[in-house]
């Protein structure tokens, strides 16, 4: 980390101890509605929480063309009530000691980011760019003073968000005891972590890493990668998780009626969870059609662009418990007879992953997701005051929200972006054009722009309006006393 | 300004505001470097200023992409140190009375909603979508109560944004007399103005609007459009202007020399004034170039991506007066001797045509002038605490940030962008990929994403963390208690 940010940093620290004063900038979201515990209990032996909800490749882009869907332009989310906004910068390097700068990240290295307050290179979960070393995270900080800690995602748990927080490896993609050498998509090598294998002194794949860990809840998707055999044993990731004191369970029904003190590791699904929109009759953005006549020169011809549609439900998301459901059990699991406090992580993945598809509709009902669950953390947080409520994303995404009508219709030409497009009927009865131009590849890019950072009232005096994303690390830690 | 400090002292601000005396949600910047005449003259009673800048299209990832160049990837713009940030939701309507919502505006309507406090169609000039009726702008509501207002600008003063706070007119580019009726682009019709010519009971074009206003100081560039004669008369524009009490400046020497008792009219450049940087001998984004198997099978051949380069200064800009001397300016004429107070508005608006025109480091440098201006205003509010600063955009815009080495670029295929790229050796001794991919057009289209806004502790308890486009114009007006 370096000095600026320090300097900032204590300013802000020094700031939240200036007195008695200050208390007013550390007042409870509704103090009328404190806990019995809260009344009773000095305000230095209650215990702390921290929700950090964490709605991967959700930028400003993505939050309007989801607002504009979901409440209509005039409307508002529930994180547009949030009091305080911060923008954050991403810090991302490249893989060697003292490696230069990199403008655009992915999930592996800013999760790390936010986990440990570290910057480091594309790819890696809580470990050190070039050298390759572990990185505390603030979940093994929590476990070591006591705290309970839980993830939660729409994702794998072993994807790379949730990993960060939990386990270390230099690749994410080594995700389960079979993925750890030469990991390939078809023939294409993408890494390897054979340094990282029990046999070679290291702590194996991720999940078999938080098979072993301290973490109190772990819910979401990856099913496929905890049924493997565990490296050199006879026994599958699963039931490793179960020895360690987990409590699997595989659906809704099963995660409502789990007894209340339980270890949860709930894995609904094989992979990641099935998303709640889609486009009509599933289709993504598509790319429009010129005419003959406009290859010859652009400005002939004309050009077909895609039909517009509305986003539907999709069947699938039936099968799964909803964000939402899942951040209820998790605060429900991790509050319970708590004297400590806890940290819980929260992830809608998919605005990310349904962007990489060009699925707008996708990200759209994956950004209500998280929305709920932060309603869900707000009204945790009115029963247990001391709850540091932070809503952010870790990079931004492709998607930008253009123009359904161009700004140069009256040019009788023919124009259209070159890359795939989504026109999308609002319920407010508009039409909302979504681009998605970034690459030719299947998958687009992430792209490079700070993130927007939502805090409740436990914020002020500690969130500044500016920070870089591996601050976020501190400012939790520091709340939470670790 | 040395950035560190600057955000240590934000950090000691926001403790110095959020203090037993929350009252002081409406204190000064800097309580104990007030005024003499603050010391003496009731709270009540003290003039009071608003500064709003605009950056033109200056959304998170413009933004972003100039603090990775002008300040590296760990470095703090001026801007990054206000203490207070927002997200502002555009909003915008179809061309009739009860419109539906538009999802992408202009810089017309957006200019109407900050100005007036309405939403209205693209290419409105402060009047009423459908109706086209006039819409009472600030600078008419200050001057009504006796306070000064300014206009700053590095596009023509006749250009939408600055006209919007001092006209009213149906479509924007009926800028001057000559521009009134059938405006067209070679033969391309598009748009009209008769209605309200001064011969069918009109105030005549924009420019003639503004040689007719009550404004106290004018900046900008446009001088071609003050050169026509007025409707009807044998003067020109610039001459009506004289006559109505402005002195007309046009080059530095003269504006730094005009006395200091003017009103003031000055044009630096015939349209909009040169911008500060460009690319490497003028270079903009370019097409990546595929080899010939690459259009057979978009997994064969390879792709050239254009060469990387620097930015350097653009010759022209060393003609005309930066947007800070122009701020300078316009701060010494507003205040000297007002005792009621002024609105001064300044917009770098070239941060939005450059990347219109796929230039980069064209939009880096006009977002530098920006932030150049802020501390320009912040150091005036230093001398006279009762003094809101503003900076916001007016819309989104194209550009994005996206990775040099692409996310997959494991796979042994060509990846690239549909769209034009430009790749830019940054400062620290990284390489930034900046991406424009909107559309086909010669000229890249708006985006619909809610934009930053900053603003100094005056707007403590004044500016919520989340509102509309519109409801700023009524944050103003409050606060200059019109």
Redesign the interface.
């Known amino acids: 980390m370096?000095?600026?940010?320090l300097?900032?940093l204590t300013?802000?620290l020094?700031?939240a101890t200036?007195g008695?004063?200050?208390s007013?900038?550390t007042t409870d979201d509704i103090p009328s509605h404190t806990t019995a515990q809260a009344a009773t209990v000095p305000a230095q032996e209650r215990p702390r929480n921290v929700i950090l909800l964490i709605g991967d490749g959700m930028?400003?882009?993505q939050?309007?063309?989801a607002?504009?869907y979901l409440k209509?332009?005039?409307g508002?989310l529930v994180m547009?009530?949030?009091?305080?906004?911060?923008?954050v910068?991403i810090?991302t390097v490249e893989d060697s000691t003292e490696g230069?700068?990199?403008?655009?990240a992915?999930s592996a290295n800013t999760a790390t980011s936010l986990a440990t307050g570290a910057v480091t290179s594309?790819g890696r979960i809580a470990t050190t760019a070039g050298s390759d070393e572990r990185l505390t995270t603030i979940v093994e900080l929590a476990s070591a003073a006591g705290l309970r800690s839980g993830l939660v995602t729409t994702a794998s748990v072993t994807d790379a968000t949730a990993a960060a927080f939990a386990a270390h490896i230099n690749f994410r993609l080594c995700e389960n005891p079979q993925s750890m050498v030469n990991v390939s998509?078809g023939d294409?090598?993408?890494?390897d972590c054979t340094q990282h294998l029990k046999a070679n002194g290291g702590k194996g794949s991720i999940s078999e890493q938080l098979a072993e860990s301290t973490l109190h809840v772990l819910l979401g998707g990856g099913e496929k990668h905890f049924a493997p055999n565990i490296e050199g044993g006879a026994i599958s990731v699963a039931e490793l998780a179960r020895r360690n004191g987990f409590t699997l369970v595989e659906d809704e029904a099963a995660l409502l009626a789990a007894k209340p003190d339980a270890r949860l590791l709930g894995l609904f699904a094989p992979s990641t969870l099935p998303v709640r929109l889609q486009g009509e009759n599933a289709r993504e953005a598509e790319a429009p059609d010129p005419s003959l006549l406009n290859h010859v020169h652009?400005y002939l011809g004309d050009v077909t662009l895609p039909q517009p549609m509305r986003c539907e439900p999709n069947p699938a998301f039936a099968t799964v418990p909803s964000l939402k459901t899942m951040t209820d059990a998790a605060l429900r699991h991790l509050s319970l007879d708590n004297s400590r406090g806890f940290f819980l992580m929260v992830e809608s993945a998919s605005i990310d992953k349904q962007a990489h598809e060009r699925k707008p509709c996708g990200s759209i009902g994956e950004l209500e997701q998280l929305d709920e669950a932060l309603a869900s953390a707000l009204a945790f947080a009115r029963t247990a005051p001391d709850t540091l409520i932070l809503v952010t994303a870790d990079h931004?995404q492709?998607a930008?929200?253009?123009?359904?009508?161009?700004?140069?219709a009256?040019?009788?030409?023919p124009?259209?972006?070159?890359?795939k497009l989504a026109r999308i009927i609002?319920p407010?009865?508009?039409?909302?054009?979504v681009?998605y131009?970034?690459?030719?590849?299947m998958?687009e890019?992430?792209?490079?722009?700070?993130?927007?950072l939502?805090s409740n009232a436990q914020g002020?005096?500690r969130v500044?309006?500016?920070l870089?994303q591996p601050e976020l690390f501190a400012i939790m830690r520091d709340y939470l006393r670790l």
């Open positions: 370096n000095s600026p940010s300097a900032l300013a802000v020094l700031c200036a008695p004063a200050m007013t900038s930028d400003e882009q939050i309007t063309i607002r504009n209509g332009a005039s508002e547009d009530g949030m009091p305080l906004r911060s923008a910068q810090l230069r700068a990199v403008y655009v992915d594309r998509y294409i090598p993408l890494g652009p931004s492709a930008q929200l253009i123009p359904y009508h161009s700004l140069f009256a040019y009788p030409i124009t259209y972006t070159p890359g609002t407010e009865g508009s039409h909302m054009s681009n131009a970034t690459t030719n590849f998958m890019e992430h792209t490079g722009a700070a993130v927007p939502f002020q005096g500044p309006p500016y870089r």
